[in-house]
Structure formats: structure tokens, C-alpha cells
């Protein structure tokens, strides 16, 4: 097969752990008191990068010593996690992870709770809202995500401008 010599070619697909990684990132980069909250940009992706690169790099660590522990024979160390360009992690962010969990924080919040329903019952509920009203699929791959960014001040603050910024 000849070589096409593209240069944007996509990487391997982004994992729910990775995206997980890319919430604490941002979430992190928000709260850096070391830049304050009015970085540039490309302040901001760079920031966000380097410490989604620190929690990959502590993962692998521990991933590692984990399997030093194993017998040689089972000892098979899993592949570095691919590595992400700052433009990828943000737009990620941006463009996948965020208006996911933002529309599935929407419809949990007009979505009327019926009596006797726990919460997972509540959830799953919300779950088959999601996928009937909105083109993005199942919910269930960004669970954690939402899980971690629902109670986050900063999350909230973004899920504000971002809402200003689409006119809703």
C-alpha cells in the first residue's frame, strides 16, 4: 500500500478513561491559582495538556509497579497510552465531552422524578431521554465524566458561559 503523506491523520480513538483524564485536567487547569482564571487560550489548552500528561504519566507509574508484582509470565506491561496534542484534549473537552454531560445535566434537571424511582432507576430514565432527544448516542461511555464534573464550581461556571455564548 503507498504512503498518502497526510499529515492530519486521527489518532486511535479517545477512551472513557481518557476522557475522565481530560475532565480532571480541565477541571485542575480551571482552578491553577498559579495562572488565575483569565488565561489566554492557548494558555489554558497548554496548562490542561501538561497536567492530563502528569495524571497519564502517574497512572502508567503505578500501572508499572502494579505489574512488577506478577509472575514474568503474565508479565505483560500494557501499551503508553497514545499521546494527545493540547488542540485534541481541548477540543475534546469542548466538543464531545462537555456537551454531552451538559445536555445530560438538562435533562435531569427538567425530567420530573416519579415516585418510588431510586436514583439509578432515575438515571437509566434520563439515559433513554438522552438517546431519544439528542444525535449523540448512549450517554453511558461519559458517565464518569459526569459524575465527576456535576458537583465542580468551575464545571458549572463553564456550563454558564457556554449557554451565554449559544444564546439558551
Not at 502528569?54 to 509472575?71: R, T
Not at 450517554?139 to 439558551?168: I, M, Q, T
Request: with cysteine; charged share 25%; proline share 5%.
Amino acid at each position: 500500500r503507498a504512503e498518502t503523506g497526510l499529515k492530519g491523520s486521527r489518532g486511535p480513538a479517545f477512551t472513557s478513561f481518557e476522557d475522565l483524564l481530560i475532565c480532571k485536567a480541565f477541571i485542575a487547569s480551571s482552578e491553577d491559582p498559579t495562572v488565575g482564571t483569565y488565561q489566554k487560550g492557548t494558555t489554558f489548552m497548554s496548562t490542561m495538556h501538561r497536567i492530563y500528561c502528569q495524571f497519564l504519566d502517574d497512572h502508567e507509574k503505578i500501572s508499572s509497579s502494579l505489574f512488577e508484582a506478577v509472575p514474568s509470565s503474565h508479565n505483560q506491561v500494557p501499551s503508553t497510552f497514545n499521546r494527545r496534542t493540547p488542540k485534541s484534549i481541548f477540543d475534546r473537552f469542548k466538543h464531545v465531552i462537555s456537551p454531552r454531560v451538559m445536555k445530560f445535566i438538562a435533562i435531569m434537571e427538567v425530567t420530573p422524578r416519579e415516585s418510588g424511582k431510586n436514583d439509578l432507576d432515575f438515571y437509566e430514565q434520563c439515559k433513554v431521554l438522552f438517546s431519544q432527544q439528542t444525535a449523540y448516542g448512549d450517554f453511558e461511555p461519559f458517565k464518569k465524566c459526569y459524575e465527576y464534573l456535576v458537583g465542580k464550581p468551575k464545571f458549572a461556571s463553564w456550563r454558564g458561559h457556554a449557554n451565554d455564548a449559544s444564546g439558551n
